[in-house]
């Protein structure tokens, strides 16, 4: 086992090339730092410095173990921080920004037990429509959708699967469709234009189908408003069945799946944060969420299919 004292002291030696600077620095006496690098060569069994001139400089072993050294010294501080932070009170300002399909229900819920748990914390919970760009957006983020990289550190929580839902009503008025080719004769809701360019679903056993979709009359911009509007008759759209499933627990009745073989990817769940160390309220907070995640989330994957244009 070697000691830390020894250690720092040879380090130190290595960087300076003299017995007086390094005692200076560490400020100890220079017999002692002597007698410290010594006890580290009698325990290594051979030599580590040779004086030359004014200098001390390495010996073939002392250039090898130099690196072994500094390693060991740098976990022994990187295991001090680490209890250290452990004895931490988590408290402080924390800013956590949300996609807007989780800014109620599951992940409010989470926030305000996590700030219920710890009083010392302060929280901002923001809603955002984009994902993050860069590294400058340094506030912890939980996104839906596929994110481009942004010099963030990028953490999958799972999948949400996605499906076609309307209102009964609706259903009963204009008839439910069979086949993906019917849905361009029905109404469509769109959120924040995410079917203008087209949809594909995907089967088990017939592959893709790619479809072009009417212009939507009524376009919205955040997940709740895009589920009242369907569930209202408006007409067809795209709803995550989680969220299809919270809302049916509240309102029995509202929604009706729709082609329940055919079905869009999954949309990954990413959470962002920042790389490097992070303080222990950050990681704490961290933890949180990922133990917090649904279990229905987990057990999805993207859908892998054969492809069919149409």
């Known amino acids: 086992m070697y000691d830390l004292d020894e250690l720092a002291a040879f380090a130190s030696v290595m960087a300076s090339g003299s017995l007086t600077a390094s005692a200076r620095q560490l400020g100890v006496a220079k017999s002692t730092l002597s007698r410290r690098i010594s006890q580290l060569e009698e325990r290594l069994g051979q030599p580590l410095l040779r004086r030359q001139a004014n200098r001390l400089l390495p010996t073939e072993a002392g250039t090898l173990f130099l690196a072994y050294s500094q390693q060991i010294l740098r976990l022994a501080e990187q295991s001090q921080r680490a209890l250290e932070d452990l004895r931490a009170e988590v408290s402080g300002e924390l800013t956590v920004q949300v996609h807007n399909a989780f800014a109620r229900g599951w992940f409010s819920q989470q926030m305000e037990n996590f700030v219920a748990d710890h009083p010392g914390v302060r929280l901002d919970l923001q809603t955002r429509l984009t994902p993050p760009t860069g590294p400058e957006d340094e506030a912890l983020c939980v996104w839906l959708g596929t994110v481009d990289e942004c010099g963030l550190r990028q953490e999958t929580l799972g999948h949400m699967r996605r499906g076609l839902y309307a209102h009964p009503d609706y259903l009963r008025r204009h008839g439910a469709p069979r086949h993906p080719r019917d849905l361009a004769e029905h109404a469509w809701v769109d959120l924040l234009g995410t079917s203008e360019h087209g949809v594909t679903l995907h089967h088990a056993r017939e592959g893709e189908w790619d ?78 969420i990922r ?10 994957a993207p859908t892998p299919s054969l492809r069919f244009s149409r």
Do not use: N
């Open 291 to 300: 133990q917090a995640v649904p279990d229905s989330w987990r057990l999805h």
């Open 211 to 288: 479809l072009t979709l009417p212009p939507s009359r009524l376009r919205v911009d955040q997940y709740v408003l895009h589920i009242d509007a369907i569930a209202r008759g408006g007409g067809l759209g795209l709803l995550p069945h989680w969220m299809a499933e919270k809302r049916l627990q509240h309102h029995p009745g509202s929604l009706t799946p729709c082609l329940e073989e055919w079905a869009p990817s999954s949309l990954p769940i990413t959470l962002l944060y920042p790389f490097g160390r992070l303080p222990r309220k950050t990681v704490t907070l961290l933890e949180r």
